[in-house]
C-alpha cells in the first residue's frame, strides 16, 4: 500500500508535486468562442495534452493523471462521443512512440470493457510498449468514475468474503485502497481543473481526500507551461497540514 492517505510527507511542503490529477474542462467552450462546433476543441486538447506531459517530464513530476471521458460523458450526443473515441485512438497511435521516447509510462485507468475491441487493443498496445520506461507515469482516466472505482474496489472484497479468503472485520481503509485504481502509486498531491468550474465531476473521489485543489479559468486547449507553473507556485506556497495544526508542521520542516 503506498497511497498512505493522511500520511504527511516528508515535511518539506516547499517542494513540487510528484502527483498531478488534472480535469481537462473548456474544450467545447473554447471552440464555440470561435465560431466553430464544440467537438473541434477536442482536438487542440490533444495539443495541449502533448504540452503538459512535456512540461511535466521537464520538470521531473513522477505521475500525471488526466480525465479524459468520465463515466457520465457517455450522455452526450452520440457524434461527440462517437469523435472523442476516434480522436482517442488517432491520438494513441500517433503518440505512442513520443511517449516511449520521453520515457513515459502510459496506463489508462476506468473501465475500459465499454470500449471498442480496437481502442481496447490500441490502449493494449501502448500500455505493453512503455511498460518497462522509468520516467513519468502519465495515467489517462477514461470511461473512469470515482463512483466506478470505489464500487469496483468494494465488489472485490466481497468477493474475498465469499471465498472465505477474508473476514468483513479485517476490511479496512488500506485493503480497500489496495483494490482501488494505481493503488501502487502515490495519490494526487495536486489537483488542477482548467475551464472555470468548482467541482470534481465524478474524478478521483477516494485519492483526493487529501489533494490540494487549484482551480483556473483558463480553457483546456490554452492550458501552456506557464499556466502549469502559476499552479506549481501556487501549490509550493500552501502549507499541507493532514489534519495536524499549522505549527505542528512547522516544528517538523524545521527539525529536517
Ligand atoms: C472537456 O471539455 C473534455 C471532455 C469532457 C471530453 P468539455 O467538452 O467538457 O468542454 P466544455 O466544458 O463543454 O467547454
Ligand atoms: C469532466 O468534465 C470530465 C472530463 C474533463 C473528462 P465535464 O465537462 O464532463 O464535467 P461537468 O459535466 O461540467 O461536471
Ligand atoms: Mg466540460
Not at 463515466?71 to 485512438?89: A, C, G, H, T, Y
Not at 482548467?194 to 483556473?216: D, P
Request: glycine residues 8%.
Amino acid at each position: 500500500m503506498t497511497h498512505g492517505t493522511s500520511q504527511a510527507p516528508e515535511s518539506d511542503d516547499k517542494r513540487l508535486p510528484r502527483h498531478i490529477a488534472v480535469i481537462m474542462d473548456g474544450n467545447g467552450r473554447w471552440a464555440k468562442r470561435r465560431g466553430l462546433p464544440r467537438y473541434a476543441g477536442h482536438p487542440v486538447g490533444v495539443e495541449a495534452v502533448r504540452r503538459i506531459v512535456e512540461a511535466c517530464v521537464d520538470r521531473g513530476i513522477s505521475v500525471l493523471t488526466l480525465f479524459a471521458f468520465s463515466s457520465e460523458n457517455w450522455r452526450r450526443p452520440q457524434k461527440e462521443v462517437s469523435l472523442i473515441m476516434d480522436l482517442f485512438i488517432r491520438s494513441l497511435k500517433k503518440e505512442a512512440r513520443r511517449l516511449h521516447r520521453n520515457g513515459v509510462r502510459l496506463r489508462v485507468i476506468g473501465d475500459r470493457a465499454a470500449f471498442s475491441d480496437k481502442l481496447q487493443r490500441q490502449i493494449g498496445e501502448v500500455e505493453a510498449l512503455t511498460a518497462e520506461n522509468s520516467g513519468l507515469v502519465l495515467q489517462v482516466a477514461a470511461n473512469y468514475g470515482g463512483r466506478w472505482d470505489i464500487t469496483q474496489a468494494a465488489r472485490q472484497m466481497a468477493e474475498k468474503v465469499q471465498a472465505g479468503e477474508i473476514d468483513p472485520e479485517q476490511i479496512d481503509e488500506s485493503m480497500l485502497e489496495d483494490a482501488l485504481s494505481f493503488a501502487d502509486l502515490d495519490e494526487p498531491d495536486l489537483f488542477i481543473r482548467t475551464g472555470g468550474e468548482k467541482r470534481i465531476s465524478n474524478f478521483l473521489l477516494w485519492q483526493c481526500a487529501y489533494t490540494e485543489l487549484y482551480f483556473t479559468d483558463i480553457l483546456w486547449p490554452d492550458f501552456d507551461g506557464a499556466a502549469l507553473d502559476a499552479a506549481l507556485t501556487d501549490f509550493t506556497n500552501r502549507q499541507r497540514r493532514f489534519g495536524r495544526t499549522g505549527e505542528q508542521v512547522q516544528d517538523q520542516a524545521e527539525a529536517s
